[in-house]
């Protein structure tokens, strides 16, 4: 390996070591209490070499935000990007249940995207391409007469609002006494998504016929 391929891949590979590092102490520690020096010490680097990967903490903290909505999508995706035919309201629960497993199976990664406090930001807020998922899998359960005729956005929203609920409360408080969690997850969602759905009445005003799918 040439002088110039092992500075770019020593270049990576401490870009890694600080993003993983400045995740533990912002989770740890909170965003007003984080620092570069602080972070300098941890990796046992200088600031300098910090600051030539990232021109202050804000930047640092969007970096990790942004890549936590990063993986999040990669999840999701696979959901968007699947078999058409597959029936709307059991790929929309699939992508609920989805959201809320990513979460607590990444609870550092959905602190960054939800949880931590950050300074008020000044721009206006830019939507995800991950709640454009959400949106997508609701928009198919609407053009496929699979529920009511609901608004596709404030429906996402509220979904949206469903979910986030029930992960970062299972995130941050692990100690209450929950029922069984997949019991607990699987009712949020089906409450939240069967009352969307028509009524065998409106079926028939509609003209549409679905039978409930199985393992839904």
């Not at 709307?88 to 989805?98: D, F, N, S």
Request: aromatic share 10%; proline share 5%; hydrophobic share 40%.
């Amino acid at each position: 390996m040439n002088a110039i391929l092992r500075r770019k891949q020593h270049k990576a590979e401490l870009k890694t070591q600080i993003l993983a590092a400045a995740r533990e102490i912002f989770v740890r520690d909170g965003y007003e209490s984080f620092s570069m020096r602080k972070l300098a010490q941890r990796i046992d680097y200088s600031p300098g070499s910090i600051y030539l990967h990232f021109k202050n903490k804000e930047e640092l903290f969007e970096s990790l935000v942004e890549e936590s909505f990063d993986r999040l999508l990669r999840a999701l995706n696979r959901l968007k990007n699947g078999h058409a035919h597959q029936d709307p309201v059991a790929k929309l629960k699939t992508g609920l249940r989805a959201y809320i497993d990513f979460g607590l199976r990444n609870p550092n990664d959905y602190r960054f995207a939800f949880l931590l406090r950050r300074p008020l930001q000044r721009r206006p807020y830019k939507v995800h391409p991950a709640f454009d998922v959400m949106r997508y899998l609701v928009g198919r359960c609407v053009e496929e007469k699979r529920f009511r005729p609901v608004d596709v956005e404030s429906t996402s929203q509220a979904l949206w609002a469903a979910i986030h609920g029930i992960t970062s409360l299972l995130i941050q408080r692990p100690t209450f006494p929950w029922v069984a969690r997949r019991q607990l997850i699987d009712q949020v969602i089906n409450n939240a998504v069967d009352s969307l759905m028509l009524r065998p009445d409106q079926e028939e005003e509609t003209g549409v016929s679905h039978a409930q799918p199985s393992g839904v």
